[in-house]
């Protein structure tokens, strides 16, 4: 069973280019998150989608960021221009359900390493 | 303005003994808790959880605590071991009507060695 499956696993690019990042979520779960892991704040959620909507996005640091869904199997989050700042590690994840009362329900995909130089 | 707190980035245990992580939180509306396990290069991968009706969960070598209380939780590792080297991470579900986030702390980053 596939898992998330995120792309590219690893981008190097210019302070000031167009950065974006793909991610095909398993199939059949209705929620998709993107989070970012820095050491400083940890992993943070920027955005989710529930059915292909964007229904929390509080968490994109600003208006460079953007997400989109536009089908229940790919996602993409872009950043216009980058800065070295923006330089994390990118992951996406799905799930079935929001949230659960027992167990785990969000599988997280291997994660997009963002170095902007 | 952090909500869970892991306040050791890193810890270090020597194979067989006992691994205790910390995590604190200060959203009373918190009601179910995580730790994920982290390797280099992969995603994060759920470990054991917790709901706020209990104060302890356990599964095999790993045992989570709540202290509610407190705001405090732990992860106990017995006996821990190499393969356990990781970043371990907590996070934690608010439930505030129909939206529920989850909310992860920073993370702790075990070694256990030899």
């Known amino acids: 069973d596939a898992g998330v499956i995120q792309s590219p696993r690893h981008e190097v690019t210019e302070m000031g280019q167009e950065v974006t990042l793909r991610c095909k979520p398993i199939?059949?779960?209705?929620?998709l998150f993107w989070y970012r892991q820095t050491m400083m704040r940890g992993l943070e959620l920027l955005i989710y989608f529930n059915n292909n909507v964007p229904i929390d996005d509080s968490g994109m640091p600003e208006d460079r960021f953007s997400a989109k869904m536009p089908n229940a199997s790919f996602s993409t989050l872009k950043i216009q221009p980058s800065e070295p700042r923006d330089s994390a590690v990118y992951f996406c994840?799905?799930?079935?359900?929001?949230?659960?009362?027992?167990?785990?329900?969000?599988?997280f995909g291997e994660g997009s390493w963002l170095t902007v130089v | 303005d952090q909500q869970v707190k892991q306040n050791s980035p890193s810890l270090s245990v020597q194979e067989g003994r006992i691994s205790i992580l910390n995590c604190d939180y200060t959203?009373?509306?918190?009601?179910?808790f995580l730790w994920y396990k982290k390797y280099p290069a992969e995603g994060p991968t759920f470990l054991i959880s917790i709901s706020s009706i209990k104060d302890k969960n356990e599964d095999g070598r790993f045992t989570v605590f709540l202290n509610k209380s407190a705001k405090h939780l732990s992860l106990h590792i017995v006996p821990s071991q190499p393969g356990d080297s990781a970043v371990y991470f907590c996070a934690a579900y608010d439930y505030t009507g129909t939206a529920s986030k989850l909310t992860f702390g920073t993370g702790t980053r075990l070694q256990v060695t030899l």
């Open positions: 959203n009373s509306m918190f009601d179910y």
């Open positions: 199939s059949g779960h209705d929620y």
């Open positions: 994840a799905s799930s079935l359900y929001l949230r659960t009362v027992s167990g785990n329900t969000i599988y």
